[in-house]
């Protein structure tokens, strides 16, 4: 396939996309949804047959977590189709309207990116997700998988692309990328791709954004951590940080590494250490903390490693400032919480850490689109432009100013016949 080709007349097609209506939108996934749910058994085989030939190659048992696709992910990806429904259109909507002379009114309305790239790695989930924001958000959508999913991921799309393009979506609405050279082509089409969203392990996000002249929004990295203040209640705090850990290792908002007031060490420590341990956790740890509990010694200038397995790194710290300063220099600005009583503190850290999400008494787990209710997400931003966090719909429209005249010429205002007078209206629908 020639993916440039392929995607110059996505690019033609984008504004098809971008004009079709809430309606034609919604059914077109609700018709995905029930292709999806009619046809389980064939995508089950195909996960099967894929799960099968990664274990005989020996991939890691983190990534083989990502690659299932199951009766319980089915769901999942349906429920969120599902929200995303219900969702408002997060197009043509009017962020700004103001008059700046009598019968010149300006707009600033919301519109489709364009033309989207989603590049990712062994989640056959991500596919249905994606497709999903990009179809609901009128955006058309490249989507590369990961090679160990690749029976998955075709089975997948076909059924979705199928279910959309009869509904009323147009052709170049959707387009898969199956070959590994393509991911290349892809990376060199600047000028018919408007954003590359890339997931996957930081090597593979970092060759993405130092190999293309297309913006890039992702994160490279899940070095989250979890800070126990001295005002930490034990009791609450160590469930949090056994789920923020063990509910999912693979996933990059999974907690990395722990930091506790030296003032509660001697209390919390054990506790904890008993707990993850008892959950199947390795700890790693200063030797200061190893001195409390048993722990493999670590250097300080590992702490910046994402270990996605049943693994932790424990440091012990003499104040919030801090452990504001080691995630900031260690971290990955994704997201990081503070176990604490103290609202001050609680303010005081999320005020001072630089990450995406900062969060008081709670699983880092939480950081995810689906369960902000932004109907499933493309991916993790840590960037500061555009879009940060979990990147839903509104991570997907930008926006267009539209200016409505009735002659005016710009050479009356700057002679001075005429002169501005602004004035915000209340936003009419664009």
Not at 213 to 222: E, L, N, S, T
Not at 232 to 261: G, M, S
Not at 378 to 391: F, L, Y
Not at 409 to 428: C, E, M, P, Q, T
């Amino acid at each position: 396939m020639d993916i440039r080709n392929e995607v110059r007349k996505m690019k033609e097609d984008s504004s098809a996309m971008a004009a079709l209506s809430l309606e034609i939108r919604n059914q077109a996934l609700a018709d995905a949804a029930a292709a999806l749910t009619a046809n389980r058994e064939e995508i089950f085989a195909a996960n099967r047959a894929d799960m099968d030939a990664a274990k005989e190659s020996g991939v890691a048992p983190a990534v083989m977590k990502r690659l299932k696709f199951d009766e319980k992910k089915l769901t999942d990806v349906i429920e969120g189709i599902a929200d995303l429904i219900r969702l408002p259109d997060p197009l043509s909507q009017v962020q700004l309207c103001r008059e700046l002379d009598e019968g010149l009114t300006l707009q600033r309305v919301t519109c489709p990116i364009g033309v989207i790239g989603i590049i990712f790695e062994a989640r056959p989930d991500a596919l249905v997700q994606i497709s999903a924001l990009c179809i609901k958000s009128g955006n058309c959508a490249v989507l590369k998988g990961g090679k160990e999913t690749s029976r998955t991921n075709k089975v997948l799309f076909n059924l979705i692309y199928k279910a959309v393009t009869a509904s009323g979506l147009p052709k170049g609405c959707m387009l898969q990328a199956e070959q590994h050279n393509e991911i290349d082509e892809l990376l060199s089409c600047h000028d018919c791709v408007d954003l590359l969203i890339p997931r996957g392990s930081n090597q593979f996000v970092q060759y993405i954004m130092n190999n293309t002249k297309i913006p890039v929004m992702g994160h490279a990295d899940g070095v989250c951590h979890i800070y126990a203040d001295e005002f930490c209640d034990l009791e609450k705090a160590i469930p949090i940080l056994v789920d923020a850990k063990t509910q999912y290792t693979a996933a990059c908002n999974a907690v990395e590494t722990l930091l506790v007031h030296r003032r509660i060490a001697g209390d919390f420590l054990p506790a904890a250490a008993k707990a993850l341990t008892g959950a199947g956790v390795k700890l790693r740890g200063t030797k200061e903390a190893a001195d409390i509990i048993s722990c493999e010694v670590m250097g300080e200038e590992e702490f910046d490693t994402e270990y996605l397995d049943l693994v932790l790194s424990v440091k012990l710290v003499d104040s919030l400032e801090e452990a504001v300063a080691h995630i900031n220099r260690f971290g990955s600005h994704h997201t990081d919480c503070i176990l604490t009583e103290n609202q001050e503190n609680a303010l005081k850290f999320m005020q001072l850490t630089d990450s995406a999400g900062v969060y008081q008494n709670c699983s880092t787990r939480f950081a995810d689109g689906f369960r902000y209710g932004f109907g499933a997400e493309v991916g993790i931003s840590t960037g500061k432009i555009h879009a940060r966090g979990p990147v839903g719909l509104e991570g997907l429209v930008t926006y267009k100013y539209k200016l409505f005249g009735s002659g005016q010429i710009v050479g009356d205002y700057a002679s001075g016949k005429k002169s501005f007078h602004f004035k915000n209206l209340d936003a009419i629908s664009s």
